[in-house]
């Protein structure tokens, strides 16, 4: 499983001189918490999704992203808006992003 990115930034006009963390969760740690508290396994939410397991489970480990028709089909399923999942994955790849250009 994913763990969050997590690292310390130093964000002087925002935190007023101290080291403050930023960090974005990635989409299938929250999808695995989802499915914890549902008491769903991941073949389930496949089977009610209408996606490959595989898929799901790559969602999950972070190697493949939450796509619109994933995130209409978590809707569907786990009663979570769409502009979440969206929000979620963009948050998470653009964190990736720009900490991979420090």
Same mark, same amino acid.
């Given at each position: 499983m994913i763990v969050?990115?997590?690292?310390?930034?130093? +964000? +002087?006009?925002? @935190?007023?001189? /101290?080291?403050?963390?930023?960090f974005a969760t990635a989409p299938g740690v929250t999808i695995q918490d989802s499915l914890e508290a549902l008491g769903m396994s991941?073949?389930?939410? @496949?089977?009610r999704a209408g996606i490959s397991n595989k898929t799901i489970n790559r969602i999950?480990?972070?190697i493949d992203p939450v796509t619109h028709a994933t995130a209409l089909a978590f809707e569907k399923v786990l009663q979570v808006p769409v502009r979440f999942? +969206? /929000?979620l994955e @963009?948050?998470? !790849?653009?964190?990736l992003a720009i !900490?991979?250009? +420090?």
């Open positions: 969050p990115v997590k690292e310390k930034i130093n +964000l +002087l006009s925002i @935190a007023g001189g /101290k080291d403050i963390e930023d991941q073949t389930e939410l @496949a089977e999950i480990e972070g999942w +969206l /929000k @963009a948050n998470y !790849r653009q964190h !900490r991979e250009s +420090l």
